[in-house]
């Protein structure tokens, strides 16, 4: 795994991308019981506009968010989101 995939970088942020990172999680993801295999890591982390973010900062910061991941040893994760959370619907339509 390469540096920028660690999810520790998520700590070495400045505050204000950690808060940043938090709620745009917070406002555009949702939470379900079961891992979704439709979404990665890597894929999720570009959705975000306007700030760039590496697949160990994001991994990092949907720990810190609370979300469950299916194998804590793979490069790309799968989290337990659903279908449903806004910014997936969003880029469906």
Not at 17 to 29: D, G, T, V, Y
Not at 53 to 77: C, I, Q, R, S
Request: glycine share 6%; net charge negative.
């Amino acid at each position: 795994m390469f540096e920028t995939d660690m999810p520790e970088n998520f700590e070495e942020m400045s505050d204000e991308r950690k808060e940043f990172l938090l709620n745009w999680i917070s406002e555009n993801l949702r939470p379900i019981k079961t891992i979704n295999l439709n979404h990665t890591s890597y894929g999720i982390k570009h959705w975000i506009d306007g700030e760039y973010f590496t697949n160990g900062e994001f991994k990092g910061a949907m720990l810190k968010a609370g979300y469950k991941v299916k194998d804590l040893n793979a490069t790309n994760w799968h989290f337990n989101i659903s279908e449903r959370s806004p910014i997936i619907l969003k880029r469906k339509s």
